[in-house]
């Protein structure tokens, strides 16, 4: 039944029913599969009691929100002294991460800019990104994914966030994302 739900749930996220969405289909897919493999495992400690299972995996649930709140929160505050003031950066793509980082180096005084690229086809979470930059009272400029190549010499520092880690310590991230690496490494 889990599995039922989870295709389900992908299945409407990929609708034109569903409202734009911060989340994209693989970062989806990867938290019902955790969550399933979550429920399985805990189901094992609960044999036969349902509402035990189901009220430790609420419990877990909000564990884990929390966690995840803390663990931006610290990076935030790991990764802001790497802004500088007066530097221009760049972003590709949402990230609660990211945006995290960036308003913590407005919140400590830092000034400095960002451009953010439209994240073509689907533009998800890049606009709202934007607006609570510019809400933060950072500048922003928007770019056109193709136009990247173009304003990369007055950008001192790409950052970007993950749509997933895998196993390998490798980085899955939208579509751009390897190009504008390769222009940040020229």
Not at 73 to 89: E, K, N, Q, T, W
Not at 117 to 142: H, N, Y
Request: aromatic share 6%; net charge negative.
């Amino acid at each position: 039944e889990l599995e039922e739900a989870t295709e389900a749930l992908l299945l409407y996220a990929d609708s034109e029913d569903s409202e734009p969405s911060r989340s994209t289909a693989l970062s989806l897919r990867s938290g019902c599969e955790l969550f399933v493999r979550h429920v399985t495992r805990s189901f094992v400690d609960f044999p036969g009691d349902f509402q035990a299972c189901k009220d430790m995996v609420l419990r877990r649930g909000g564990q884990f929100a929390e966690l995840s709140e803390r663990s931006r929160l610290s990076i935030a505050r790991l990764g802001h002294p790497f802004v500088r003031d007066g530097s221009v950066l760049l972003t590709h793509g949402h990230s609660r991460v990211v945006m995290q980082v960036l308003l913590e180096a407005a919140r400590v005084g830092k000034q400095f800019s960002v451009v953010v690229t439209e994240c073509s086809p689907d533009r998800v979470g890049v606009v709202e990104q934007a607006r609570g930059l510019m809400d933060a009272g950072i500048p922003v400029t928007f770019v056109t994914d193709a136009g990247v190549a173009a304003v990369m010499e007055r950008v001192d520092m790409a950052i970007v966030g993950a749509e997933a880690v895998v196993e390998s310590g490798g980085v899955v991230n939208r579509t751009g994302t390897f190009q504008i690496g390769i222009i940040c490494a020229a």
